[in-house]
């Protein structure tokens, strides 16, 4: 297979993925309409992921704070990437255990009505799992963007969506997007905007 030839399948195998999140509209929402509701409370955002995801949850959470689109100026909405500060994930990871790298921050500052953001391709780590779980203790709801077959992640978030591939690239690419995609929803609901 030429490299032309390798790119075209591996542009067909996302599109492919892509086409099948339109399955998600009713969901997304539901998903919308929640963190609207948490931002007109003067609740917060919290969002979480490891490796890639750690990224992607703190692209997400600078858009959310800083603005997804330039012409669009307005307020910073309340959300904070639980893996962006490097002090605490190493203190707590070397004192408590790996595990508790989130729900150790979610524990100190989060609070009833806040919203919890996962994104996980498998569902199963440990430290995504211990923070989805606080939420009955803080009762925060949680919104967990899933891959493979969601995991035990599916069974314990209030909501979630689960991108239907086995390939984690085509995963975390689809949860971009799909934070794009609600995080210009919200925008649009919370600041009156037209686009």
Do not use: W
């Not at 892509?18 to 929640?34: A, G, R, S, T, Y």
């Not at 858009?63 to 689109?69: A, D």
């Not at 599916?154 to 689960?162: A, E, M």
């Not at 210009?184 to 009156?192: A, G, R, Y």
């Amino acid at each position: 297979m030429s490299k032309i030839e390798t790119l075209d399948f591996e542009i067909n195998n996302l599109v492919k993925v892509l086409n099948k999140l339109k399955i998600f509209q009713k969901d997304l929402e539901k998903i919308i309409n929640i963190l609207v509701d948490c931002i007109n409370n003067k609740k917060k955002i919290f969002i979480c992921g490891n490796g890639g995801s750690a990224a992607e949850s703190e692209h997400l959470s600078a858009e959310f704070i800083v603005r997804l689109k330039p012409l669009n100026n307005r307020k910073p909405l309340p959300i904070f990437s639980l893996s962006q500060n490097s002090s605490v994930l190493t203190a707590c990871g070397n004192d408590y255990g790996f595990k508790y790298i989130f729900s150790r921050t979610l524990d100190a500052i989060g609070s009833r009505g806040d919203v919890l953001i996962s994104l996980s391709t498998s569902g199963n780590s440990k430290n995504i799992l211990s923070a989805i779980n606080l939420e009955k203790k803080k009762k925060i709801k949680t919104i967990s963007f899933l891959g493979f077959n969601g995991g035990k992640a599916k069974n314990v978030s209030d909501f979630f969506l689960i991108v239907e591939s086995a390939n984690v690239a085509i995963i975390q690419e689809c949860h971009l997007f799909l934070g794009h995609y609600v995080l210009s929803e919200v925008e649009k609901k919370i600041f009156n905007l037209k686009n």
